[in-house]
């Protein structure tokens, strides 16, 4: 297996612009998870799908932030419109159903830079 | 707030032992991890601990839970040049999604 793919691996936009991350999770996992890294902030959880639907999207910071999953092999994290205070990198990570303990599988992130 | 809290940076020499440190903040937390972040690169889980054990050994790595004090540690024996990486402790809170600390930062002199 591939491990978890996103795309773009770097994206530079403008302020006010809609930027749309994408991700690709493991086969056969039935979690997905998007998480912000930001030098002030740290890793923080924005939302996480189960078997495709929402479970927890407390994180997401603001309307301008939407998450979808279509189908269990495929997520978009979509900011519209985009600020510079977006600007951190944005990891997807997948894990399986479990009793615990189990992995959760980064992807390598998109670098998001805002001007 | 939910901070799980970490120093931030540590430096060793080669051969020597690292210990990370870090408090967590929910005792509902049924597993604790630790991952490993290289440059430009995701997270890669380490090893993790469950919560009513209070050690754990893989290999260089040993994990130490004080669950009273909500203290995890991570020892790296022999620390090598290649360990050089920023990890970061993670629970669970009693949920399927992962709380991260801020991450301590481990440099390697040779």
């Known amino acids: 297996d591939a491990g978890v793919i996103q795309s773009p691996r770097h994206e530079v936009t403008e302020m006010g612009q809609e930027v749309t991350l994408r991700c690709k999770p493991i086969s056969g996992h039935d979690y997905l998870f998007w998480y912000r890294q930001t030098m002030m902030r740290g890793l923080e959880l924005l939302i996480y799908?189960?078997?495709?639907?929402?479970?927890?999207d407390s994180g997401m910071p603001e309307d301008r932030f939407s998450a979808k999953m279509p189908n269990a092999s495929f997520s978009t994290l979509k900011i519209q419109p985009s600020e510079p205070r977006d600007s951190a990198v944005y990891f997807c990570?997948?894990?399986?159903?479990?009793?615990?303990?189990?992995?959760?599988?980064f992807g390598s992130g998109t670098q998001l830079s805002v001007l | 707030g939910e901070d799980v809290e970490q120093s931030l940076f540590l430096s060793v020499r080669e051969g020597d032992s690292s210990v990370i440190n870090c408090t967590y903040t929910?005792?509902?937390?049924?597993?604790l991890y630790w991952y490993k972040q290289e440059p430009g690169a995701g997270l890669q889980l380490l090893t993790y601990?469950?919560?009513?054990?209070d050690m754990k050994q893989d290999q260089r790595l040993t994990v130490l839970l004080n669950k009273k004090d909500k203290h995890l540690s991570l020892r790296i024996a022999d620390t090598q040049t290649g360990d050089s990486a920023i990890y970061f402790c993670a629970e669970d809170m009693g949920r399927r999604a992962l709380t991260f600390g801020s991450g301590t930062r481990l440099q390697v002199q040779p």
């Open positions: 990570a997948s894990g399986p159903m479990g009793q615990g303990g189990e992995k959760l599988f």
């Open positions: 799908f189960n078997n495709n639907v929402p479970i927890d």
């Open positions: 929910d005792s509902s937390s049924t597993y």
């Open positions: 601990i469950f919560s009513n054990m």
